[in-house]
């Protein structure tokens, strides 16, 4: 791919602090454009999880040393847009974003090629604006006032900055009607990638339920911590760290362990074991339900977001899962009672094919060729080609 490709690339990625699904992508993006310039807002990643970068170097903005910006990064939002907008890429031919964020508002000159990797609109900006109000407990006030004054503004700066693309690509199609939403314009569709070799099955199953996801507030893992108090008789291991850790440990049951992070081989081997997958929130994609998967294990999960693209539910020929409508605690039981009455049609094997759709060998063929595709088009437009 490299060889059709210009010299010049830069790669821009909103900010490097952890490897989190984004940084994922990320790091198969640069594997796939060896030669590219790599550019973030900040970059305070500890050494020992950047080791998928392939040991990449980042240039940074001026927020870079901005006292606590590694660990209240949303505190510099208001400063983010007019800290993207000043990375001088002069002379590079082709500009990738991977944006979550305020990455595609780069600024590219009218010679270059700039081509989006979403993984979402900035959902506190659009439609989640409402959750994210309520999770500061912002929702009057002054300090609301303030925030919605703030979130408008970046609605305005977000919309006009979709102009300075050229392509859109989308980590599912739920996050191309947000963007169809959002931007008013068409994004092709490349899932994120998986690592389908290594969550892989083994093991023997165990009596327990698992869920995967950060301790923050929009992922719901209240919902799952609730219905357990009303499932005194199974178990839940939640797996992940956040803000809203204190807060559901003190309100869960017995039957509910917290591991925390786990390393990636503690965290497969539990994902071998669990009897299926749990998640109530709204993901733009969702890798670890995926993950999951590969590991032969369901899903049972909310039936919105990317888990309605991921998952094969009860209606599938093949079913790796079983969704619930609500988003409540007992829609959530009613589909875990649903799982238990039809574990017979559920198969490790079923789970681990449907998985590998997604598999990291899929997106880099798929966005090699979006990739080398726009820019021969790119190339056969310009002024005096033939």
Not at 29 to 49: G, N, W
Not at 165 to 191: G, P, T
Request: hydrophobic share 45%; aromatic share 10%.
């Amino acid at each position: 791919m490299s060889e059709e490709l210009p010299a010049r690339i830069a790669v821009v990625h909103d900010w490097l602090v952890d490897y989190a699904g984004s940084e994922r992508v990320l790091a198969e993006i640069l594997r796939c454009l060896p030669q590219a310039d790599l550019f973030t807002l900040v970059d305070h990643m500890p050494a020992a999880a950047r080791a998928p970068l392939g040991g990449r170097a980042a240039r940074v903005s001026y927020l870079q040393h901005m006292p606590g910006v590694a660990s209240h990064l949303a505190w510099y939002l208001p400063l983010m847009p007019s800290a993207i907008e000043q990375f001088d890429l002069t002379g590079y031919d082709l500009v990738v974003s991977s944006s979550h964020a305020v990455a595609k508002g780069v600024i590219v000159s009218p010679d270059a090629l700039h081509l989006s990797y979403v993984h979402s609109p900035m959902r506190y900006a659009w439609d989640q604006q409402f959750e994210y109000l309520r999770a500061e407990r912002a929702e009057g006030g002054p300090k609301g006032l303030l925030l919605r004054w703030l979130l408008h503004r970046l609605r305005l700066w977000d919309h006009r900055s979709a102009a300075g693309v050229d392509h859109f690509m989308a980590n599912s199609a739920f996050v191309a009607r947000r963007i169809a939403k959002s931007y008013r314009r068409e994004a092709e569709v490349i899932y994120p990638p998986v690592d389908t070799e290594f969550y892989a099955p083994g093991g023997t199953r165990e009596d327990y339920y698992i869920a995967v996801s950060r301790l923050v507030g929009y992922k719901r893992v209240d919902l799952l911590v609730r219905a357990f108090r009303d499932l005194p008789e199974r178990r839940l291991v939640v797996v992940g760290e956040g803000p809203e850790h204190a807060r559901l440990k003190a309100t869960a049951g017995a039957n509910v362990e917290f591991a925390g992070h786990l390393a990636p081989d503690a965290l497969r081997e539990r994902l071998q074991r669990a009897r299926a997958f749990l998640f109530a929130g709204v993901e733009d994609f969702g890798i670890a339900l995926v993950e999951a998967m590969a590991c032969g294990t369901p899903v049972i999960a909310l039936r919105r977001g990317g888990a309605a693209e991921s998952v094969a539910g009860l209606d599938a020929a093949e079913p790796t899962g079983v969704f619930f409508e609500e988003q409540s605690a007992l829609s959530m039981v009613a589909a875990l009672r649903s799982f238990e009455q039809n574990a017979q049609r559920f198969s490790a094997a079923a789970c681990r094919r449907r998985a590998e759709r997604f598999s990291v060998a899929r997106f880099r063929a798929e966005f090699a060729s979006f990739v080398a595709q726009r820019w021969r088009q790119w190339q056969a437009a310009r002024p005096g080609q033939a």
